[in-house]
């Protein structure tokens, strides 16, 4: 549970058996078909887009039971951040090596005809949305709910001061 004096606010998380359970259970199944969807991505319908969708909102899911800053604080921000850049690193980089074939960006057939890689157009389109398109879906995904999660105040949810006065003064201009 989070600590009301980092956030300013009561933490609203209330634990449900059934939640816990159910993502327990689902989680495992998600994080796999997401991780198929990934790696078929190139080869059959769906892809990287949204294999990487579904490993990021399993991660949502794991937040939504066992609490938002728990589930912050066991993926932390640089985690997030090393997805999101080492996707579009990668997906960069692929694009760059093309165009430093002589070709233009991401002409994936470079890697075959330049440089003699086998199957290489197909190498470069798993490269790009195994490693590239997947890596910043999941961490775009995660970061949206977590500054998302960061910014809900509610009505109902009561603001901790330090104070332990409750009557307050109220100064009026007569």
Do not use: C
Not at 31 to 47: I, K, N, R, V
Not at 78 to 104: D, K, P, R
Not at 108 to 117: Q, V
């Amino acid at each position: 549970m989070a600590d009301s004096r980092s956030t300013g606010y009561e933490d609203t998380y209330t634990e449900s058996q059934v939640i816990l359970t159910a993502v327990k259970v689902i989680a495992p199944f998600t994080l796999t078909y997401g991780m198929f969807m990934t790696l078929h991505g190139a080869d059959t319908p769906g892809g990287s887009f949204q294999g990487g969708a579904i490993i990021g909102v399993t991660v949502l899911m794991l937040a939504f039971a066992f609490g938002i800053e728990p589930t912050r604080q066991w993926l932390k921000n640089s985690v997030i951040v090393s997805l999101v850049a080492g996707g579009v690193a990668i997906f960069v980089g692929v694009g760059l090596a093309t165009m430093a074939l002589g070709g233009n960006f991401l002409q994936y057939e470079l890697f075959d005809t330049e440089l003699g890689i086998p199957d290489g157009t197909k190498w470069g389109m798993e490269a790009i949305e195994i490693g590239g398109i997947a890596l910043i879906v999941a961490g775009v995904v995660i970061t949206l709910f977590f500054a998302t999660a960061a910014g809900f105040t509610p009505e109902g949810r009561s603001y901790r001061t330090d104070s332990t006065d409750t009557d307050d003064e109220v100064i009026t201009d007569d």
